[in-house]
């Protein structure tokens, strides 16, 4: 149950920032005994993968955080969080998949579940970001657009490193989730309203 919690607390922490969750688990697998990582998984200790990482991170950072090029980070990313959160979630729930030794059982198994459902748990975090930041940007002129993203990489960060040193407290983020997906929805419907009321009393005139 615990690992379970850990690869979804990894996964979603990608689905705000592909390369933190990768990241933290590397540094942490390298340079203390606190992340054990499985065999299939010890890449993520390689110092060339951790530099690249480190790399990517640096361009995800700051690209993030400038209105419309936001947007346009977003959209690459569809495919680059998902992906990160697949892995994470492997890694993080212990499981053997993407070495595995007969690539022809990969999907005959089971050994693409975890991976699945870490890209499906990264993917929907991600759609609800990148659902929220144009938002953001609207009401704010942009301004508040470097405060969003230097947030949702704090969160990200948070979420790592709780995921795998107290995965428990990793329900409390879920929770916290979906209180903020029914704020979102009602937001949303709310401002839809005015839009329409605007309209109409623009037409009354």
Known sequence: MLELLTGTGLAASAGLNAYIPLLTMGLLARYTDLVDLPSGWTWLGDGWVLGILAALLAVEVVADKVPVVDHVNDVVQTVVRPTAGGLAFGAGSTAETVTVSDPGTFFSS????????????????????????????????????????????????????????????????????????????????????????????????
Do not use: C
């Open 110 to 205: 089971h050994e693409w579940v975890p991976v699945a459902i870490g890209v499906l748990i990264a993917l929907g975090v991600h759609l609800l970001k990148s659902a929220a930041r144009p938002v953001v940007n609207a009401t704010t002129a942009g301004v508040g657009a470097p405060v969003a993203s230097t947030a949702e990489d704090a969160t990200s960060v948070l979420m790592s490193v709780v995921a795998i040193l107290l995965p428990v407290l990793v329900l409390l983020f879920l929770v916290g989730l979906v209180a903020f997906v029914l704020w979102f929805r009602r937001r949303r419907a709310d401002r839809r309203r005015e839009r329409r009321a605007a309209r109409a009393a623009g037409f009354r005139v």
